[in-house]
């Protein structure tokens, strides 16, 4: 089955400085990238999704990029600010049913 | 708005206990997840169902069972509580093929003690 690894499991940053987390996944098949938030205490929430026809896609300050020969994608937070600090969740699904296979998680703060 | 809730926030249940989570959707979705969320391992999906009376194994299956008699509801059991079942339960929902985000419930953290 299908593999994601997410790294770093957590990540300090200064706010206004840019946040990076990466993601690699392991088959090939897979065609859709989602990104999820999970705030302290709440529910995780989509933040940006890829489909494997598109490099790259951006919304405001997050961006997403794909590379599918490396099989690696990446999450870019510019100008990050306190309310960005989460964890973040990456994951790859083949389609069909919609099954995705999350990452293990990035613990993102944002120090003021 | 979606709206996706599960049937507690808290519950502690003894060993050997049988144990039901609910989940109901108010959207009309076809299909229907459960996962647990452990620090360190992520989301990890223990079943998922695509329709009404089906449902698929995910990743980590064992020592659970579940059932979806109406397409709103979809059920989580613990047929024999152990303590390593201890962890946060997340169930969501997605529209249907092609439309691909995952709306989740609040979750519920089960003790087993």
């Known amino acids: 089955g299908e593999n994601v690894e997410q790294h770093p499991s957590t990540l300090s940053v200064q706010e206004g400085d840019s946040a990076v987390i990466k993601c690699t996944y392991s088959?090939?098949?897979?065609?859709?990238f989602p990104w999820y938030k999970q705030e302290l205490g709440k529910r995780p929430q989509l933040i940006i999704d890829i489909r494997s026809n598109v490099g790259e896609k951006k919304d405001q300050r997050i961006a997403v990029t794909l590379n599918k020969t490396a099989k690696h994608f990446s999450l870019h937070i510019t100008e990050t600010q306190p309310e960005d600090s989460a964890v973040y969740f990456c994951?790859?699904?083949?389609?069909?049913?919609?099954?995705?296979?999350f990452g293990t998680g990035t613990k993102l703060q944002v120090i003021p | 708005d979606v709206k996706v809730t599960q049937s507690s926030r808290y519950l502690v249940k003894r060993t050997g206990e049988k144990v039901f989570l609910e989940c109901v959707q108010d959207?009309?979705?076809?299909?229907m997840f459960w996962y647990r969320q452990d620090p360190g391992l992520g989301l990890r999906l223990i079943y998922f169902s695509y329709d009404v009376k089906m449902k698929e194994k995910g990743d980590i299956p064992e020592g659970y069972s579940v059932s979806r008699e109406k397409k709103e509801r979809f059920s989580l059991i613990l047929e024999s509580a152990s303590t390593n079942q201890t962890s946060m339960y997340l169930c969501?929902?997605?529209?249907?093929?092609?439309?691909?985000?995952?709306?989740f419930g609040p979750g519920t953290r089960l003790t087993v003690t």
């Open positions: 959207m009309d979705h076809e299909n």
């Open positions: 088959d090939s098949a897979s065609n859709y």
């Open positions: 994951a790859a699904s083949t389609g069909g049913y919609q099954k995705v296979t």
């Open positions: 969501a929902s997605s529209l249907s093929p092609g439309f691909y985000e995952q709306y």
